[in-house]
């Protein structure tokens, strides 16, 4: 495995929290698992029973944000803590982009990660949180890579592909995992004059263009959101390079959510087995119906900047 | 880490998988989700039969769960393998914002070891057969019994590999004793 940061550690024997290596940490302990966005407790505890490594407590899944319209903010803390209170799996909450206000009373509530998401209303259309400010980890969403590196310089400690929210489509998560996967592997044949060109045309700071180009993969975990319906959704992003997947409104958007949040943890799982996938992606009822791209009017993953 | 000590490694996900694997290494994860997984899979009874017939095993937080006699705040449903005798309370250092690493004094090493806990287990009772190799605070964080080891940390997070090579030793000094 690649070490970026040194071993030692100035706290010494009493020990550090919110170091760097503490919030990258828990990331890489989803990897290959399953994060569910729920909105009460009874289904935080469906998720966790299905297998979920997380849960993203939510007031509205992104596919009822989409038809409600109006301003999507941050959570009630009631509606986080009663999630909180459900399960034993680490429990994540989103924030506007931008609201570090926000985020301040998330990390209060004791939330295990942060989401800064482009699914609620950004909160400031410049500026994203300074997420090295807080001890709780954050994860942030991205379209290509110069974006993907730009959220882990504010200090963001996973990345996970946009996609386009409460679709049911998978073509956009596609889309932004083969740009970001593309990107990284291009670098990795660069020579060293031309990572700064790179560095340039990504707007991405050099040393993290560098690391790339060392390590052939970013320094942090990258995961899949945005579309993801069906067991093969799930597998499709993971053979792709996607170290785990989020599953929005996939899962309580469907006929029948408990056998179909089963079958998308076990083909996170088993993502390379064809055998286990058929077997897994039988008899689940009907799918979220989902939406083409070209019916949509507001694309959420052009928020961010 | 462990092939960059000379060992060759696969992943383990079906019983198939299981064959030819002459030691298991259980990872990080959710303990939860993992206990789960190996029902699913049909991996729980074939493991539990090889881990039993003495086959060595290291496992880090959610392995150590997985490993232990006794798990304090699990899931009613969860099943751990039983197979080191020492009782683990999930979550037992807090959430992740109370997620923390630390240096630690490991029995056998010159000199100390940097640690990384996340949402990490707590051993709350140790029995007489288990060995305990390091400490933090006075709570055990890497204990043996026979052929099992298990740490609360995460040795893999850090570049020190002295941890997996000491649990390469135990795989070697067992076949040795095997052959």
């Known amino acids: 495995m690649s070490s970026t940061s040194s071993d030692s550690s100035p706290a010494g024997a009493a020990g550090s929290k919110g170091t760097y290596r503490v919030k990258r940490g828990l990331a890489e302990m989803m990897k290959g698992g399953v994060i569910m966005d729920v909105v009460t407790p009874e289904q935080a505890k469906i998720a966790e029973d299905s297998g979920a490594c997380a849960v993203m407590a939510l007031e509205r899944v992104p596919a009822d944000i989409r038809r409600d319209g109006g301003v999507a903010r941050m959570s009630d803390p009631e509606m986080i803590e009663g999630i909180k209170a459900a399960v034993t799996i680490p429990v994540m909450a989103k924030a506007r982009i931008g609201h570090f206000v926000e985020a301040q009373i998330l990390e209060a509530l004791g939330v295990d990660y942060i989401d800064e998401s482009e699914v609620l209303t950004p909160a400031d259309e410049t500026h994203h949180i300074d997420k090295f400010a807080f001890t709780v980890p954050f994860v942030c969403g991205a379209t290509n890579l110069g974006e993907a590196l730009r959220r882990i310089s504010e200090g963001a400690c996973m990345i996970r592909s946009k996609g386009e929210a409460g679709t049911g489509n998978i073509v956009e998560a596609v889309r932004h995992l083969r740009n970001i996967i593309g990107d990284i592997r291009k670098i990795t044949q660069a020579d060293s004059a031309e990572l700064f060109q790179w560095a340039k045309q990504l707007q991405a700071p050099l040393p993290l263009v560098q690391e790339i180009a060392e390590t052939g993969w970013l320094p942090v975990p990258l995961f899949c959101a945005g579309g993801i319906a069906t067991p093969a959704d799930a597998a499709l992003a993971m053979q792709l390079g996607a170290e785990a997947v989020f599953v929005g409104s996939g899962i309580f958007k469907s006929d029948d959510p408990m056998p179909r949040a089963k079958a998308i943890v076990e083909a996170t799982t088993h993502f390379r087995d064809p055998h286990i996938l058929a077997k897994v992606s039988r008899g689940l009822g009907a799918p979220m119906t989902g939406i083409g791209m070209d019916e949509i009017n507001q694309r959420y993953a052009e928020r961010g900047w | ?179």
Not at chain 2, 117 to 143: C, N, Q, W
Not at chain 2, 146 to 170: I, K, N
């Open chain 2, 1 to 179: 880490m462990l092939e960059q000590l000379g060992a060759v490694t696969r992943q383990v996900r079906t019983p198939a998988d299981l064959a030819g694997v002459d030691a298991l290494v259980m990872p990080g994860g959710e303990s939860t989700t993992m206990s789960r997984l190996l029902d699913t899979a049909g991996l729980f009874e074939p493991l539990a039969t090889r881990l039993t017939a003495g086959m060595p095993v290291f496992g880090t937080c959610a392995g150590m769960i997985l490993l232990a006699d006794e798990v304090l705040d699990g899931r009613p449903d969860q099943r751990s393998f039983g197979m080191i005798d020492l009782s683990v309370r999930r979550n037992g250092y807090g959430r992740q914002v109370d997620s923390f690493e630390a240096d630690v004094a490991v029995a056998g090493l010159d000199d100390t070891f940097h640690v990384v806990f996340i949402r990490a287990p707590k051993v709350e009772r140790t029995g007489d057969t288990v060995e305990v190799l390091a400490s933090h605070e006075g709570v055990p964080v890497l204990a043996r019994q026979a052929q099992v080891l298990v740490a609360s940390f995460h040795p893999e997070l850090t570049s020190d590999r002295r941890v997996h090579a000491m649990f390469l030793d135990m795989v070697h000094t067992s076949a040795a004793t095997a052959a």
